[in-house]
């Protein structure tokens, strides 16, 4: 218990600071002693309300004309992933997410050196889009959301806000599958319980600590952290 305490203490810190990452902390660290199968319906149900409160925290800086199309990509991109599921080898669809996610996580990183932000293609845009619905809707990843969302708005609040909009929807719809499909099981409900404590205080920690962190570095953090799930994507499928 000791383990998943520490596991979220840390993966919602990330999530306070940055506003995604939880699940690529979260899963690294406790796949070394519990099975996936246990550890992603955990974390989904201590996502859950960590997305609300960040929603709220953030709720000024919320653009509805953004996470609202990228919310329905999100649940849309279940229908492609119903056919990759059936007929292509997931891990090779994972590795080439998350290739996109690390070149997109680079072209990111020299972006923000540029003294004048340039807009971003809505074509390009589209496409970010609409393959970070298939990932969500696949997998629960964020990283590809993530970019999407870091390009369309202009601070690390307006960033947090929006993408704990589609994170809620998503997790909605997860949590209303995973319950018809009994993999969020009693002992994992109980465990989640007995770890939102941990789940705030990491949360909480991030938020005031993002505050308090220039603007900039956080926004340099966000880079990291996308490059890092990208990575973690090719790593973890390579096996």
């Not at 550890?39 to 996470?67: D, H, T, V």
């Not at 997860?174 to 409900?189: G, H, K, M, Q």
Request: proline letters at 3%; aromatic letters at 10%.
């Amino acid at each position: 218990m000791i383990w998943m305490i520490i596991a979220a203490v840390c993966a919602f810190y990330i999530k306070g600071l940055c506003g995604f990452a939880n699940t690529l902390v979260f899963t690294t660290i406790l796949s070394f002693k519990i099975n996936n199968i246990n550890i992603s319906p955990m974390e989904l149900l201590l996502g859950y309300p960590s997305n609300l409160i960040l929603a709220f925290q953030e709720r000024k800086s919320i653009q509805w004309n953004i996470c609202l199309p990228l919310a329905f990509l999100v649940l849309l991109g279940n229908i492609p992933g119903i056919f990759l599921l059936k007929h292509t080898d997931t891990r090779i669809i994972k590795i080439l997410f998350g290739i996109v996610v690390i070149l997109i996580g680079i072209e990111m990183f020299f972006r923000e050196k540029q003294k004048t932000r340039q807009k971003s293609s809505q074509l390009v845009l589209g496409i970010i889009g609409f393959l970070s619905g298939v990932l969500c809707g696949l997998y629960g990843i964020g990283a590809l959301l993530a970019a999407y969302v870091s390009r369309v708005t202009d601070d690390t609040k307006a960033f947090r806000a929006n993408l704990s909009i589609v994170f809620i929807v998503e997790n909605t719809f997860r949590v209303l599958i995973y319950s018809f499909t009994n993999i969020i099981s009693p002992e994992i409900f109980l465990r989640s319980l007995l770890l939102i404590p941990a789940m705030l205080a990491g949360l909480f920690l991030g938020i005031k600590s993002s505050s308090v962190l220039d603007e900039k570095l956080v926004r340099k953090l966000v880079i990291i952290m996308l490059i890092l799930s990208g990575l973690a994507l090719v790593v973890n499928n390579l096996r």
